[in-house]
C-alpha cells in the first residue's frame, strides 16, 4: 500500500525549505529517529534545490509506504526541466554542470536505503528515493 | 527573507541561527557577517547552531565558508551546538568541515574562542618582537 501524504510545489528557495521541514514532520510522525529525519529530510533538500536550479519548477510527493514487512517513506521529486542526459555521470561525486559541488545527487543516494532517477532530455527529472523503518 | 542579527559582544560577534534558513537568507547572512567583522575589528566569531536540524550541502558549504573567510580577515570562529544527527548526515553527505573548530556548547564555545584569540595575539607579539629584534640587529 501506497498512501500520499502531501505534495508540496517547488518554485524557490523557500520552497526547498517547506519541502524538507514537511518531509521531516512526516518521518518523525511514521517513526524514525533522529539521524533518519534529519539524512531523508536532508536528502529531499539537495533534490529540491536540484529542482529549482537547474528545472525552475516541479515538485516533491511525499507517500507512506506499507507493503508487507517493508514499511517507510517514499519522496518523488519530479520536474519537466531539460532533463539529465548522462545519468551515471551525474550520480559521480564532483561531476557538477551550475559551477557547485556536485555533492547532491551522489551524496543523497548515500542517505536513503533506495534512490532511483528517471531522466529523458526535454522531458524532465524524477527522482524517487525511500527509507524504510528497521 | 529570514534576517539573522550578528552581535557584538564585548571582543565577540555572536550568531545565533534560530530559525530555518533559506539558500536567499543564508548567503545574506554570510555577507552581513563577513561586512560585521570588517566594520566592528572584532576579534572571534562565534556561530550557534544549536537549534539547527537539517544542514544540507548548501548550509554546511556556507557555515564552513563563513569560517574559512572569517580566519583570512583575521578572527577565529568557532560552531557550537552541532546536533549528532546533523554531524552524522553531514559526514555521509560527504562534507567536509575542515578548518572549522567546534565545540559542544556555548558556555564551552566562548572559553575555545577566548583561548584561540589569546593564543593569536601571542603569536603575533613573538612576531612583532623578533621583527623588532631583526631590525635591531641589521642596523
Ligand atoms: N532536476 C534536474 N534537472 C536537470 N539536471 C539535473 C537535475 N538534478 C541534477 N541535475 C544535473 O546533475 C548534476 C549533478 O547534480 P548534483 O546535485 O549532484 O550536483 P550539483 O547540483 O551540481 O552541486 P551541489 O548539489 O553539490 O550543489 C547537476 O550539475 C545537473 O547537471
Ligand atoms: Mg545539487
Wanted: charged share 30%; net charge negative; aromatic share 4%.
Amino acid at each position: 500500500m501506497r498512501q500520499v501524504l502531501e505534495e508540496v510545489a517547488v518554485r524557490n528557495n523557500t520552497d526547498i525549505v517547506t519541502a524538507r521541514n514537511s518531509v521531516r514532520t512526516y518521518a518523525k510522525q511514521m517513526g524514525f529517529g533522529l539521524v533518519d529525519q534529519s539524512r531523508i529530510a536532508t536528502a529531499v533538500s539537495e533534490l529540491a534545490r536540484n529542482i529549482v536550479v537547474y528545472a525552475k519548477s516541479g515538485k516533491v510527493e511525499i507517500a507512506k509506504l506499507n507493503e508487507g514487512p517493508k514499511k517507510g517513506i517514499e519522496v518523488v521529486c519530479e520536474d519537466n526541466g531539460p532533463g539529465i542526459p548522462d545519468i551515471e555521470q551525474a550520480m559521480s561525486e564532483g561531476f557538477t554542470t551550475g559551477g557547485s559541488l556536485g555533492m547532491g545527487m551522489p551524496g543523497t543516494k548515500k542517505l536513503v536505503d533506495e534512490m532511483n532517477v528517471w531522466s529523458e532530455a526535454g522531458k524532465g527529472t524524477r527522482v524517487t528515493i525511500r527509507k524504510f523503518l528497521k | 527573507m529570514e534576517r539573522i542579527p550578528v552581535l557584538k559582544i564585548s571582543d565577540f560577534l555572536i550568531v545565533t541561527i534560530q530559525v530555518a534558513l533559506d539558500d536567499e537568507s543564508a548567503l545574506k547572512l554570510q555577507e552581513d557577517i563577513l561586512e560585521e567583522i570588517a566594520k566592528t575589528k572584532a576579534k572571534g566569531l562565534l556561530i550557534d547552531i544549536t537549534a539547527v536540524d537539517i544542514v544540507d550541502s548548501f548550509m554546511g558549504r556556507m557555515i564552513r565558508d563563513i569560517a574559512r573567510m572569517a580566519r583570512l580577515m583575521g578572527p577565529p570562529t568557532i560552531v557550537v551546538g552541532m546536533q549528532p544527527a546533523v554531524a552524522i548526515t553531514l559526514v555521509e553527505l560527504g562534507l567536509k568541515m575542515t578548518g572549522v573548530s567546534c565545540a559542544l556548547n556555548l558556555e564551552k564555545g566562548l572559553l575555545m574562542l577566548k583561548e584561540m584569540v589569546e593564543a593569536k595575539e601571542r603569536e603575533e607579539r613573538t612576531l612583532e618582537a623578533e621583527e623588532t629584534e631583526g631590525y635591531e640587529a641589521s642596523a
